[in-house]
């Protein structure tokens, strides 16, 4: 695909369960990133991926938050015992190395419902 | 702290008429700038950056922003609205491309 992909892109949980966000970037972008956009708020930063390290993960709200991106290309979000405040639209960008002018090009999203 | 700070919550503004989105910034040193543009249910769309250099930068869909250190801001102006631009507007920044801090948006609405 041309673009970056999430699935899913709805997700209604139970507080309490365990749920795992998909990202597919754009072929050959080495970077990923993953914001986390509350209702009527702007995205924030949670963590970057370049290739498979994760080289900063200071935005993840707590520990059970993890991400991960074993083969440097999909990546996955992971939450654990969801928490009605982790309602939000995940969403994830990806950037190709061109000399320090890297622009994120972001998915679609994933829209969390947690009750 | 660094931060990046659009004044305006909702924006209404009619067909035709001129569009100018405030973003200010506070960071120690020049950021990396973008504007970006999210419609309902969807992604980000970029619609313009700067880095270093010119000013005044082109985006796409008639746009342009206008960087001013000594206002510390990055307004977005268009000429002419059209319907089509009704969307959410967010500014975000960086002192590298890779942690960017974002606004909290501006909703653009168009009156005919």
């Known amino acids: 695909g041309a673009g970056v992909s999430q699935s899913p892109r709805y997700k209604v949980a139970k507080r309490g369960q365990d749920v795992a966000l998909r990202c597919d970037p754009i072929?050959?972008?080495?970077?990923l990133f993953w914001y986390q956009q509350a209702l009527g708020q702007g995205p924030e930063f949670l963590t970057y991926f370049q290739n498979e390290a994760q080289l900063d993960k200071s935005g993840l709200p707590s520990d059970r938050f993890f991400a991960e991106r074993p083969e440097g290309s999909v990546s996955t979000l992971k939450i654990q015992r969801t928490q009605q405040e982790d309602s939000a639209v995940y969403l994830c960008?990806?950037?190709?190395?061109?000399?320090?002018?890297?622009?994120?090009?972001f998915g679609p999203g994933t829209r969390l419902l947690v009750l | 702290a660094q931060s990046v700070t659009q004044p305006d919550i909702h924006i209404t503004v009619s067909e035709g008429a001129s569009l100018e989105l405030r973003c200010n910034y506070s960071y120690g040193a020049t950021p990396y700038l973008f504007w970006y543009v999210q419609s309902p249910g969807q992604g980000l769309q970029l619609l313009l950056k700067y880095f270093s250099g010119d000013t005044l930068v082109q985006g796409i869909k008639g746009l342009e922003a206008e960087f001013k250190r000594s206002q510390s801001s990055f307004n977005l102006r268009k000429p002419s609205v059209h319907w089509s631009d009704a969307a959410e507007y967010f500014c975000?920044?960086?002192?590298?491309?890779?942690?960017?801090?974002f606004g909290t948006g501006t909703r653009l609405t168009i009156i005919p």
């Open positions: 960008a990806s950037s190709a190395p061109t000399g320090g002018r890297e622009t994120q090009y």
């Open positions: 975000a920044g960086g002192l590298t491309n890779e942690k960017l801090t």
């Open positions: 072929s050959g972008h080495v970077s």
